[in-house]
Structures are given as structure tokens and as C-alpha cells.
């Protein structure tokens, strides 16, 4: 009878202790399932800690199963990652299972399954977490961008108004201005208009205050040359009330 042949290998991995986390998030990465984890400290007396790759240093086993069909790339990323090449690395191996009774292989192959399924719905949890997360962020930033438009307009809507009430403010200036302006030249007028009325009811005054000096000038010459005519009148018939008076004396005798 043909032997099952095992779908998992046994894997170990000696590495140093303070590799041990790295080495561990690695073989979860790489599909490695059912980690178990020892510490142990190398002393190098019978040269078997220098065969398995370390001497006299604290270090770590890990146990685990691995797909059979990825072993030999699993040691070789092992290999790469953690320098096995180099001395007081560690060391990596696989062991197959197909001699491991049916019924202990079916265990150990459902467990390892289980493992499996309980690795994809952690990492579909995980993938369906950073798509919410993901998501989450593209609606956060939606509502900032909104947020940021409503600002904008906002912003803009106030620059605006602030620049419509400074350009009234301005046009009130203005008006204010030209109000004011128009008062000074009405005032100005006003005050020419009153000087010239003044002015001309000045120079009515001097011309009315004229025309009566002249009339009482002429009133006065005109008085004298009447007076003047009655002396010559007066004159007269006293020259001729003498005449007749010495006609009358000059034929008296």
C-alpha cells in the first residue's frame, strides 16, 4: 500500500533570541502555522550547538508546519532574511510527516487546516478592517473637502460682503465728500452773493447820500441866485426912486 503523502512538513528554526520576534512575524508572513516557541541558552561543550549553527549564545526555537510544496522556498527566504549563511546565525529545517500514523496525520492536517482558516478569516477580518478604515478615510476626506468648500465660499462670501460694505463705505465717503464740497461752494456763493448785495446797496447809498448833497447844493445855489436877483431888483428901484427924487428936486427948483 502507497504511503499518504503528508500535505505539511515539520518545520524548526534555531535563531538567535533577539531575532525572535522578526523570525516569528516571517514565518507567519510566509503561511507557517501552530508556532511554538522555546528559549534555550547554548553552551558550546560537546560542539552539537556549533553544528546547529550557534555557540555560546542565548537562543530560540521555533516550531512549526509549513505547506510541503513551499518548504524549500520557506528555508530559503528563512536563509536570506536571517543571514544562515553567516556564523552564530542559527539554522532552519524541515521534517516529513508521511511517516506519522493515518489517523495523527488526519489530526495533525484538519488542525493545520483549521489553523489556515482561522489565518484567511484573521487576514479577511484584517483586509475587511483596512477597507473600513480605508473608506473611512476617503468619506473623512470627502467631509473635509466639503468642509473646505463650504469654507471656501464661506471665506469668499465675507471677503465679498466686506468688499462691498468698504466699496459703500467708500461711495459714502464720497457722497459725504461731495455733499460737504457742495455746502463750501454753496457757502462760498452764498457769502459773493451777500458781499455783492452788500456792495451794491453800498454804493445805492453813496449814490442816494450824492444825490441829496446835490440836490441841497443846488437848492443852496439856486437860493443864492434868487437872493442875488432880488438884491438887483431891490437895487434897481432904489436907483430908481433916486432918480425920480432928484428929477423932483431939480424942478422944484
Known sequence: MRKQKAPFKALVAIVRREKTDFANKLLQKLGVCSLVTTFGLGVDRSGVLELLGLK???????????????????????????????????????????????????????????????????????????KEEKQDKVNLSDKQEKEDKENKEDRKDREEKLDKDNKQEKHGKQDRYVIVEKENKQDK???????????????EEKTQKEDKLYRQDKKVILKQKAQKVDGEKITQITDAQEAEQNKAKEAEK
Open 56 to 130: 555560546n549564545a542565548e537562543c530560540t526555537v521555533i516550531f512549526g508546519l509549513a505547506d510541503s510544496t513551499k518548504t524549500a522556498f520557506v528555508l530559503g527566504v528563512l536563509e536570506k532574511e536571517l543571514n544562515f549563511q553567516n556564523p552564530d546565525n542559527g539554522m532552519a529545517l524541515s521534517i516529513d510527516l508521511s511517516a506519522i500514523a493515518k489517523n495523527s496525520l488526519g489530526v495533525l492536517t484538519a488542525s493545520c487546516k483549521a489553523c489556515l482558516a482561522e489565518k484567511e478569516n484573521k487576514q479577511e477580518n484584517t483586509d475587511k478592517q483596512e
Open 189 to 203: 456763493q452764498g457769502r459773493l452773493d451777500r458781499y455783492i448785495i452788500l456792495r451794491k446797496q453800498s454804493k
